[in-house]
């Protein structure tokens, strides 16, 4: 049986992607803030970075090989000018985003886990920024660097950074309903995409991104960037 180890399980896109590695017989390992039925699962806030190592070592007893790690867990963070978010939400977004995945890279690459497709959830928020977004922004920027430092390091294992667009998650809804549409102009698009259902539902975002990663592994280098919605 093959094995998949996925952050952020309990709800949206993770849910979806671990129904869907369970469903085409993944032994699916799962770490999220809230206990789910069905998986090899522990509880784990990605905040408290310094507890993963013990949290892996519990869920994943005995596990020698894992055929794709996704980082999905991930939070918005603050939406506010880059000049008003204060340091410690800048670290707690970059925390979970960001250095909680060197966590689980650095526990399974010294475990000698032999993992063969690592692929970080990432955003084109990385690449191309709204004002606001600063704190999610660099840490997903940050992520993508990580991803080709250690695919440069690992070169026996295949990391892909991957941004899935806007998908129909509690994301958005925060985004559609919470945010100040006269401060940030920027929102008008994303309920526009909300009420013309242009985000995919994360089922059938997950579908996409199952069929997809065989094949990016075989074709993108090593530590590359991909926006699934230009494929």
């Known amino acids: 049986m093959k094995n998949a180890l996925i952050t952020g399980i309990s709800a949206g896109l993770g849910k979806a992607l671990a129904e869907t590695y369970k469903e085409f017989g993944y032994e699916v390992y799962g770490l999220s803030r809230r206990k789910v039925e069905g998986y090899k699962h522990i509880e784990c806030d990605l905040i408290w ?3 993963i190592p013990e949290k ?4 994943l007893t005995d596990v020698s090989e894992i055929d794709v790690v996704i980082f999905n867990a991930g939070v918005l ?4 000018f880059s000049n008003k978010v204060v340091l410690p939400e800048l670290e707690r977004v970059l925390d979970i985003n960001t250095l909680s995945n ?3 890279l650095d526990y399974l690459i010294n475990k000698k886990v032999k993992v063969e497709q690592v692929v970080a959830i990432s955003s084109g928020a990385s ?5 606001g977004w600063g704190a999610y922004s660099i840490s ?7 991803m080709k430092v250690y695919a440069v390091e ?14 129909n ?3 958005q809804d925060f985004i559609c309903e919470e945010i100040d549409g006269e401060k940030f102009e920027w929102k008008e698009k994303f309920v526009e995409l909300r009420e013309n259902a242009g985000a995919p539902s994360p089922e059938n975002t997950a579908d996409k991104i199952y069929g997809l990663l065989p094949r990016l592994k075989d074709e993108l280098e090593s530590g590359s960037f991909v926006d699934i919605r230009k494929l």
Do not use: D
């Open 77 to 80: 963070g603050q939406i506010e």
């Open 140 to 146: 997903k920027a940050a992520l993508n660097m990580m």
């Open 102 to 104: 060197k966590m689980i």
């Open 127 to 131: 690449i191309s920024t709204y004002p």
């Open 49 to 51: 970075k310094h507890q």
């Open 154 to 167: 690992n070169p026996k294992t295949h990391f892909l950074s991957l941004s899935p667009g806007p998908v």
């Open 56 to 59: 892996l070592r519990q869920v």
């Open 169 to 171: 998650t509690s994301m």
